[in-house]
Structures are given as C-alpha cells and as structure tokens.
C-alpha cells in the first residue's frame, strides 16, 4: 500500500504540471483582445504547480507515515515475542524497552553517544561518523 501511494503521489506531480501547462495555455488567452495576458497565464500556471506539489507532498508524506507505522509494528511484535528483551543483554546488543519512544530510537533508552546511533528504520546500530544508515535512512 506504501509503494503504490509513492506511485499516487508522483503521478499525480505529473499529470498536474501537464494539467497546469493546459489550464494556463486556456486561460491566458484574452477573447476580447484576441491576445494573450501572460500575468494571466503565469499566474494560472504557478498555481496548479503549487496545488499538485502540495498533493505531491501529503500523499509521499501519507507513505512515511505508513511505513514507519511498518516499523513499529514489526518491534513490537519482536518485542512480544521475546519479552525478555528488557534484561541485560550482552554488551554488542542494547537492550530496549516497550515504550514507543525506544521503538523510534529516541536517547532516553537508545544508545549512548560512544555505542554510536540507532537506526529508526531498521534498528541497526550505526557509528556516529555515519549520517546515513545502510538501509538508506538518515540519521536526522
């Protein structure tokens, strides 16, 4: 469902850019005159380009959500199945709690600043040098 509505959203940039070319070539034309107004036509142009972009935005910003929603239901369902995540693990591993603030890898129970950062995505310990993880999710 997250890939199609990416797919939605980049769809709907293009077909409304094209859309806005056709309204503002429409519109800028000045019957009276036989001319054409390009404030008239800029304007109309700008304006559809700025509504498909907003779109644009909601519905890939609807497909994060969505995928950080993935995210946390996957740790959560490790976590049930292993309910005693919350004892002391072994020193290479960090143990974590049930709080939806350790599931987005938040510093109140992430790892310190010498063990490096914890992806929120997929939950891989990162140095801190790195702002990029290996799964392609930024640190910030």
């Given amino acids: 469902m ?3 509505c990416k797919i939605i959203a980049i769809v709907e940039l293009i077909l409304g850019v094209i859309g806005s070319f056709i309204l503002a070539k429409s519109a800028g034309i000045n019957v009276y005159a036989g001319g054409r107004n390009w404030t008239t036509t800029i304007f109309t142009f700008l304006i559809g380009v700025v509504v498909s972009y907003v779109f ?5 910003s609807i497909s994060e959500i969505m995928d950080n929603q993935e995210y946390i239901m996957k740790q959560l369902e490790k976590h049930q199945e292993n309910p005693d995540a919350s004892s002391p693990a072994p020193p290479t591993k960090i143990s974590r709690s049930n709080s939806s603030a ?3 890898g938040e510093t109140k129970s992430g790892p310190t600043d010498e063990e490096g950062w914890l992806c929120p995505k ?3 310990l990162n140095q801190n040098s790195a702002s990029v993880c290996s799964c392609g999710k930024h640190r910030f």
């Fill in 102 to 104: 350790s599931l987005l």
């Fill in 2 to 4: 997250k890939s199609q």
């Fill in 122 to 124: 997929c939950g891989r």
């Fill in 56 to 60: 644009f935005v909601v519905l890939y």
